[in-house]
């Protein structure tokens, strides 16, 4: 008992709530707070919250039913009555404002959470109360996916702690480090043979975190030799995570007896569960009717039996934990039980359910993204990525009827969009539509799956065909790799044997629909690698560029809902000749920018004057129809690797987002003029599409490699003389590429560099 007691002590919640409570009532305890308290301290918060009724408001016990609550999991029910408790201004403000933050992370609510917290901070000098503070701001941030701002406020905290107090924080400093270390090394491995300077930067902050981590995890070892929840907390984390150098000389079966001890609460069904004790979950969710976690831990069990070969059985607890979860409006986990039913009836060859099983997970998720975004949360996990692949993948396998046409077109849309929210590791809050497909015009869908490409055709009037190409991701991959370093020498002509080749496999098997329905304009949605080739420079079978018959927009596939804006007139022009070491000059920018200035009569900011502060002055305080910059930039693999070099410093993505965004009017056209996107980068359309769908910027221009000559210079120049005089932003880029390759060089290298994307 003693030993229980003393792990209830070391509870975040339980010790601010009793802490306060003396607040409250006169001396003498009433029989009823007696009974309560006796009974909270057992362990029985089922008999504190029964005992509710039986006393006043102003009971100084209310602390107690609290923190009962919590630990059953009703956090609505407890956040209610620590507001109330908040309402009396004679309690420990700084203490309950700092618990009422703790339980809104739990429920999600992040924002109100920061606020109470930062209130709290100006209320208390107490050092103990500032540490939890910081423990509780560090796990938004964690949760939020900001793990260096994470990581910091943890430091932070522990300053204000001592001894084995400190593991409060600890265990959420190592799951955070965890975390980070793991997008680290997935990023890195992204950047491998893309772009290996980045690859390095990122493989070298990932070393720096793990010898944090393991300092981390060696003072926690220390401390964990204690009795109490935080020590169990850090022993089983150690345990489920398998981290290094701590992990061996633990016992599951010394760490379940400990657990088994624990008085019956959420977080002894959590602890089970990560423990893979599923059915001793099952029977403590029970007992404290605790919904949410018995759909977990139901679900928990069908996959255990799953793995065993017991289908039947762990399909039925599947949708005995949607049933759960469909109640409880917990899309987070429904969609984890219709996924793996869908797995089940694909293994038994059910393809109808399997169909509906698939989709059903995936309207879940659709459910969650928008829960997500009115809560102002993070994106969903790369973890859900495998999902749509899978869906795709099947319905890709059945026989391509429209109905089915159109369900892989409605996937394809959804995982867009949660491959842009990825990308730039935050929620887009804008509302998101299928771009529409009109007259002369077809959207062209590209799917590289592991063994197989597919094109998905979309003409107008919701005319729907697929095609089936026979070339594997890694031979796709091979050709594109090669294919794009040939261009960039800019001398050989090795390359149209290849542009050949992608012009057969990827657009012939399109030219007779092409051709029937008069299309001449082609919106592209390019996947994988193909996101950074310049689609203009395949060669036909007559070889002819494939620019010469279409005109060709790059595109994510979802647009915002606004209307288009027609102003072509109005803009700024930024430019960076002498950018900061070991960034190269870029001689031809003077020469490109001087000439535009003639052109628009746009405003300049060169060199100095090109600051990040001048520049968001410069986006706040006009109306312009279009922005040009001419500078050092790269499109990386995500928005932490995506900059743009401004003089004082590099203005990274979602710097750019946030600029863009806060314009009195979306711009009609962005151009980034010298911006580079890696070889290989099988995500470059997710940073500059995405730009363009999260701001509204209704046309982005940028360049696959940077070209700073006189002739790239002549082609800006017929580009913005088609723009000025009404031509739209695709047809202007266009002519003056026609132009340039019939004029002065055919050479690919020259003017392919430039795309736009809608």
């Not at 109470?116 to 423990?135: F, G, M, P, Q, R």
């Not at 039925?316 to 987070?332: E, H, P, R, T, V």
């Not at 796709?476 to 002509?493: D, F, H, M, P, V």
């Not at 000749?577 to 003639?598: D, F, M, W, Y």
């Amino acid at each position: 008992m003693f030993k229980i007691i003393k792990m209830l002590s070391l509870s975040i919640i339980v010790i601010f709530l009793i802490k306060t409570i003396s607040i409250f009532g006169n001396v003498v305890v009433a029989q009823n707070h007696h009974s309560i308290r006796q009974a909270y301290i057992d362990g029985d918060y089922k008999a504190v919250v029964l005992l509710e009724k039986q006393f006043d408001f102003d009971s100084k016990m209310w602390g107690y039913v609290a923190s009962a609550y919590a630990n059953l999991g009703n956090y609505s029910k407890a956040i209610s009555i620590v507001r109330q408790l908040l309402n009396n201004k004679t309690v420990n403000q700084a203490s309950y404002k700092i618990n009422l933050a703790q339980m809104l992370v739990i429920v999600g609510k992040y924002q109100e959470a920061k606020e109470l917290v930062h209130e709290s901070l100006l209320l208390t000098d107490d050092l103990y109360k500032k540490a939890i503070a910081n423990k509780v701001l560090g796990n938004i941030s964690s949760k939020l996916g900001k793990y260096q701002e994470a990581v910091n406020y943890y430091n932070q905290g522990l300053s204000y702690l001592n001894g084995h107090h400190k593991l409060l924080i600890l265990n959420n400093l190592i799951a955070s480090q965890n975390l980070w270390l793991k997008k680290l090394k997935n990023d890195a491995e992204l950047a491998k043979n893309i772009d290996t300077e980045t690859s390095k930067e990122l493989i070298f902050q990932a070393k720096i975190v793990q010898n944090n981590q393991h300092n981390s995890l060696q003072e926690a070892f220390q401390f964990s030799k204690s009795s109490g929840i935080e020590s169990l907390r850090f022993r089983i984390m150690v345990f489920d995570e398998n981290l290094p150098y701590f992990s061996q000389n633990l016992s599951r079966d010394e760490l379940l007896s400990e657990v088994q001890e624990l008085p019956l609460s959420r977080l002894k069904g959590e602890f089970l569960l990560k423990l893979n004790e599923p059915l001793a979950a099952i029977k403590v969710a029970e007992t404290i009717e605790d919904n949410r976690l018995l759909s977990f831990s139901v679900g928990a069990l069908g996959k255990k039996l799953k793995v065993e070969g017991y289908f039947s059985q762990a399909k039925n607890l599947f949708f005995k934990a949607q049933q759960i979860a469909s109640n409880l409006g917990a899309w987070d986990s429904l969609y984890l039980w219709q996924w793996e039913v869908a797995k089940i009836y694909r293994k038994q060859a059910e393809p109808e359910k399997t169909l509906r099983s698939y989709e059903n997970a995936i309207n879940s998720l659709s459910k969650l993204r928008s829960e997500l975004i009115s809560k102002n949360q993070t994106h969903l996990s790369e973890q859900i990525q495998p999902l749509y692949l899978e869906a795709l993948e099947y319905f890709l396998s059945q026989a391509p009827s429209q109905q089915i046409l159109l369900k892989i077109k409605n996937i394809l849309k959804q995982y867009q969009i949660v491959l842009v929210e990825n990308y730039f590791d935050s929620p887009c809050l804008i509302k998101l539509e299928s771009v529409p497909v009109q007259q002369h015009e077809a959207f062209i869908y590209f799917i590289t799956l592991s063994q197989k490409t597919y094109i998905l055709l979309e003409l107008p009037n919701n005319q729907l065909s697929l095609f089936k190409i026979d070339i594997t991701e890694a031979e796709l991959n091979n050709l594109a790799y090669t294919w794009r370093k040939q261009l960039e020498n800019g001398i050989s002509e090795d390359y149209s044997i290849i542009s050949k080749k992608l012009y057969s496999l990827l657009i012939k098997p399109l030219k007779k629909d092409l051709e029937k329905n008069e299309i001449y304009s082609l919106f592209i949605r390019p996947d994988g690698i193909l996101q950074n080739l310049p689609f203009t420079a395949f060669i036909n079978e007559n070889d002819q560029f494939l620019i010469e018959d279409f005109n060709i927009i790059l595109s994510v596939g979802i647009s915002q809902s606004s209307t288009i804006i027609n102003k072509q007139k109005g803009g700024t022009l930024f430019g960076l000749i002498n950018p900061p070491a070991p960034l190269s000059v870029l001689p031809g920018v003077e020469q490109e920018v001087r000439v535009l200035k003639s052109l628009t009569s746009a405003p300049t900011l060169l060199d100095e004057d090109f600051t990040y502060n001048n520049f968001q002055l410069s986006m706040t305080q006009s109306n312009q129809s279009f922005v040009h910059l001419a500078t050092h930039g790269r499109f990386g693999g995500n928005a932490d690797q995506t900059w743009l070099q401004a003089y004082d410093q590099k203005i990274f993505l979602s710097q750019l987002e946030q600029t863009l965004a806060s314009t009195s009017s979306p711009l009609n056209l962005l151009v980034l003029s010298g911006c580079e996107t890696a070889t290989g980068n099988n995500r470059t359309l997710l940073g500059m599409g995405g730009l363009a769908v999260r701001t509204g910027v209704n046309r982005v221009i940028s360049t696959l490699w940077s070209v700073y000559d006189k002739e790239s210079s002549n082609l800006m120049q017929n580009f913005y003389k088609n723009y000025q005089t009404g031509s739209s932003p695709a047809k202007a880029l266009r002519n003056s590429q026609l132009k340039f390759l019939r004029e002065q060089a055919d050479h690919p290298y020259f003017w392919a560099g430039y795309v736009i994307v809608r």
